[in-house]
């Protein structure tokens, strides 16, 4: 069976960007009998960015609470914590002992954060923590520890999976065989055709850039809201639209079928008001997921049966990552005397 796994920083709430960029091709890919799918939450990266334990709890439960609403089939999936498996901070450490400091100096986060201090007149070697520094080791054993083939994940994620490729190709050089390697190098895919669905204004879709559309938090009302915010020109109504001059449209791509992506794009040429474009956006989006939305607010009322879920999913992982581990700490030379 081919192995499929992504995860979901639990720093905040989800918004459609990660719905569309992972979560939906993530679980259609989860529907096929010959994929075997591993999510997580990835509340070990949260530290990273968020030092608000609170926050950090609420957001698992949310993010858990997502995956099962969109369709996740707790039987046929593993859904687990990654804090719950003690093996992937470990291996992140033999990954940490073979990478070169050099490729990770490459990371697009890290570069980022280092820019980001040095604009604000710090020293980035004071600000800049080792977690985020090792950010792409941590994903890496994330990833490798369950063998995954395929990783789907936003673009964004792209230069990660390489540096996951790298550190498998390092370990297995040093530790395996050819004939017998311990780690396969995972492809990233993204079932979406849109690569990087853009946010209100037209960059990436990001909570950073404050220019999300929320996924369920705050329901019809906060949907609405958020797309009445997409930039537009000022063309009024009756006045013929360029459907490209907006992520209006690329927004509205991501939930329809092609002929009616086309069909929207036409009436925007032959004068749809933007307003009225806006509400048919939101339509579009509600039809998919106020259903999911509706079990979304029943699980947040139920937080035992998704905790349940989550220490059922641990157990099933780490019937993969125990005996995987102890190989692991054979080929390093760190056996039992016994
Ligand atoms: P995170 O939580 O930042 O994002 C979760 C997923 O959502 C995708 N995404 C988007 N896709 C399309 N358009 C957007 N505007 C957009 N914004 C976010 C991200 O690409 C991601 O797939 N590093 C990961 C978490 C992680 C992980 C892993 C993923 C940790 N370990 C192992 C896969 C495998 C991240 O940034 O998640």
């Not at 609403?69 to 498996?85: C, F, H, N, W």
């Not at 990833?143 to 395929?150: D, G, K, T, V």
């Not at 990783?151 to 065989?177: K, S």
């Not at 989006?285 to 009322?301: H, N, S, V």
């Amino acid at each position: 069976k081919k192995r499929v796994l992504t995860g979901i920083n639990t720093t905040g709430t989800l918004h459609i960007g990660n719905y569309v960029g992972a979560i939906r091709p993530a679980i259609q890919d989860s529907r096929d009998p010959n994929v075997e799918s591993f999510f997580f939450l990835a509340d070990l990266h949260a530290l990273i960015k968020c030092q608000d334990p609170a926050r950090i709890e609420r957001s698992r439960m949310q993010i858990a609470a997502t995956w099962l609403a969109a369709g996740l089939d707790p039987e046929r999936v593993t859904l687990y914590r990654q804090s719950d498996i003690p093996e992937i901070p470990l291996l992140c450490w033999m990954f940490d002992c073979v990478m070169s400091k050099g490729l990770l100096n490459r990371a697009h986060a890290y570069k980022a954060a280092v820019d980001a201090a040095t604009a604000a007149g710090k020293d980035p070697d004071a600000d800049v923590s080792m977690g985020l520094f090792s950010y792409p080791v941590l994903m890496a054993a994330d990833i490798l520890m369950f063998n995954a083939q395929e990783v789907p994940v936003g673009h964004d994620q792209l230069q990660h999976l390489e540096m996951a490729r790298d550190a498998a190709q390092r370990f297995n050089n040093l530790y395996a065989t050819p004939e017998h390697p311990f780690f396969v190098l995972p492809q990233a895919t993204g079932g979406s055709s849109i690569e990087v669905l853009p946010g209100l204004d037209g960059r990436k879709m990001s909570k950073s850039y404050n220019n999300v559309i929320p996924l369920f938090e705050g329901g019809r009302a906060a949907l609405d809201a958020a797309i009445a915010r997409i930039v537009t020109d000022s063309r009024a109504p009756g006045e013929p639209k360029d459907p490209d001059s907006t992520s209006l449209t690329v927004i509205f791509d991501a939930f329809a079928a092609p002929e009616e992506r086309e069909a929207f794009r036409a009436e925007l040429r032959s004068g749809l008001g933007w307003g009225e474009a806006k509400k048919r956006l939101a339509d579009q989006i509600d039809r998919e997921i106020g259903p999911m939305r509706a079990r979304y607010e029943e699980l947040m009322a139920h937080p035992a049966q998704v905790e349940e879920i989550l220490q059922e999913g641990a157990r099933k992982a780490r019937l993969i990552a125990t005996p995987f581990m102890d190989k692991l700490r054979h080929a390093v030379g760190l056996r039992s005397f016994t």
